[in-house]
Nanobody
Framework: QVQLVESGGGLVQPGGSLRLSCAASGSIRSINDMNWYRQAPGKQRELVAGITSGGNPNYADSVKGRFTISRDNTKNTVYLQMNSLKPEDTAVYFC???????????????WGQGTQVTVSS
């Protein structure tokens, strides 16, 4: 019913930058929070950043000051600008959104398929 598609991942040198995008499509009435998670090999998935429908952001301590989350509600898209990347940032990054698909139904959380970010020399 709702699809989230991430893009922008890739290989980057330490200290470099990447900009991830996640576009939501389908039966969307509105989107509440949108979030970026990541999962590194052998580790649990962790919340990287989130943003409310009004644009208020929050960040994990590990990325605060380096990453910036933003959204364009007219495009149902959330972005993650990643600067000063470190090898520890290497992970699959997943987009997550709390979506209202019907005014008669409760909010539901949806996930994208993930995009690989590799920070390496």
């Amino acid at each position: 019913q709702v699809q989230l598609v991430e893009s922008g991942g890739g290989l980057v040198q330490p200290g470099g930058s990447l900009r991830l995008s996640c576009a939501a499509s389908g039966s969307i009435r509105s989107i509440n929070d949108m979030n970026w998670y990541r999962q590194a090999p052998g580790k649990q998935r962790e919340l990287v950043a989130g943003i409310t429908s009004g644009g208020n952001p929050n960040y994990a301590d590990s990325v605060k000051g380096r990453f910036t989350i933003s959204r364009d509600n007219t495009k149902n898209t959330v972005y993650l600008q990643m600067n000063s990347l470190k090898p520890e940032d290497t992970a699959v990054y997943f987009c997550n959104a709390d979506v209202v698909t019907s005014w008669l139904r409760p909010v539901r959380s949806y996930w994208g398929q993930g995009t690989q970010v590799t920070v390496s020399s």
